[in-house]
Nanobody
Framework: VQLQASGGGLVQAGDSLRLSCAAS????????LGWFRQAPGKERELVAR???????SYKDSVKGRFTISRDNAKNTVYLQMSSLKPEDTAVYLC?????????????????WGQGTQVTVSS
């Protein structure tokens, strides 16, 4: 599976952005999908995940502001981000894998996109 993320950019606090991650492969619908982010000097963190059956969960700090969705017909996962804050500034990476890789602290998804930079100015 190859993942290609897009949609990042420089925005002001309070603005919105939509990230997209297009995937190759015929088994896209069977994968759990997620968006991680990594800010300079900080560890990579899971922002949102969506399982193959549609179950969704979010990092507490983005609940109510971010929405993850998937379109299996287009092999694409999205992250709609609104009310952006400077602390959301990071490289955002999409990932795909089995569901345990999105709930474990020691096992990580095997497939990653290249990352897209999101910068939120105050």
């Amino acid at each position: 599976v190859q993942l290609q993320a897009s949609g990042g950019g420089l925005v002001q606090a309070g603005d919105s952005l939509r990230l997209s991650c297009a995937a190759s492969g015929r088994t896209f619908s069977t994968y759990a999908l997620g968006w991680f982010r990594q800010a300079p000097g900080k560890e990579r963190e899971l922002v949102a995940r969506i399982m193959s059956g549609g179950t969704i969960s979010y990092k507490d700090s983005v609940k109510g502001r971010f929405t993850i969705s998937r379109d299996n017909a287009k092999n694409t996962v999205y992250l709609q981000m609104s009310s952006l804050k400077p602390e959301d500034t990071a490289v955002y990476l999409c990932a795909a894998g089995s569901w345990p890789s999105f709930v474990s602290s020691t096992v990580f998804p095997p497939y990653w996109g290249q990352g897209t930079q999101v910068t939120v100015s105050s």
